[in-house]
Nanobody, 111 residues
Framework: VQLVESGGGLVQPGGSLRLSCAAS????????TRWYRQAPGKERELVAG????????NYADSVKGRFTISRDNAKNTVYLHMNSLKPEDTAVYYC?????WGQGTQVTVSS
């Protein structure tokens, strides 16, 4: 099982990023997927989730209306589209599938 995240980086407030999580080694389309984040000195936070077929999503109140989770089961990949980024979105972002965690990707929002 392997989860490889990408797409993080440094962005100015108000900017956008798209995170990707490519999965291999298991039946990706059978499982729901979640994105978590953890900022320095803070508790880990569930950011968004999506069901196995992508028909249902949920979001933390802090990101509703700004972030969108999606998946492409043909590519075994889940995405997190992040718009209107704020400094408080700065964190390491992790994808989680079937209780497996990716290595994380750093997102820094700063001017």
């Amino acid at each position: 099982v392997q989860l490889v995240e990408s797409g993080g980086g440094l962005v100015q407030p108000g900017g956008s990023l798209r995170l990707s999580c490519a999965a291999s080694g298991f039946s990706f389309s059978s499982y729901g997927t979640r994105w978590y984040r953890q900022a320095p000195g803070k508790e880990r936070e569930l950011v968004a989730g999506i069901t196995s077929a992508g028909g249902s999503t949920n979001y933390a109140d802090s990101v509703k209306g700004r972030f969108t989770i999606s998946r492409d089961n043909a590519k075994n990949t889940v995405y997190l589209h992040m718009n209107s980024l704020k400094p408080e979105d700065t964190a390491v972002y992790y994808c989680v599938i079937n209780n497996y965690w990716g290595q994380g990707t750093q997102v820094t929002v700063s001017s």
